[in-house]
């Protein structure tokens, strides 16, 4: 969840890299863009924080996780699920996003 709260372009950047191999042919470069504009549609305007909720679940190379967008009185605003898919190397090969709004 760190990435998707994370300021600075430079740094989401290089985390992004770390992060994932490929995302369903979209890419690194998919994947900055989508954390700078959930960072500036959400927390930079709104408040908004992203956090993990505590229901990870591994199954093969299949995690899947919820998490929440949560403003400033604690309030949730968004509820996602996502389900990744690993590559041999532990990385994140494919991310698929499921989004309720609140």
Do not use: C, I
């Not at 770390?18 to 470069?29: F, K, M, N, P, V």
């Not at 919820?66 to 898919?85: F, P, Q, R």
């Amino acid at each position: 969840m760190v990435l998707w709260n994370e300021p600075d372009a430079d740094r989401r950047r290089r985390m992004s890299a770390e992060l994932a191999a490929t995302l369903e042919a979209r890419g690194h470069s998919a994947l900055r863009a989508r954390a700078t504009t959930s960072y500036e549609h959400g927390v930079g305007s709104e408040g908004l924080s992203f956090r993990a909720r505590d229901d990870a679940h591994r199954l093969g190379d299949v995690v899947k996780f919820h998490w929440e967008a949560v403003a400033d009185d604690s309030s949730t605003a968004t509820v996602g699920l996502n389900v990744l898919v690993l590559a041999a190397d532990g990385r994140v090969q494919r991310n698929y996003t499921f989004v309720d709004f609140a």
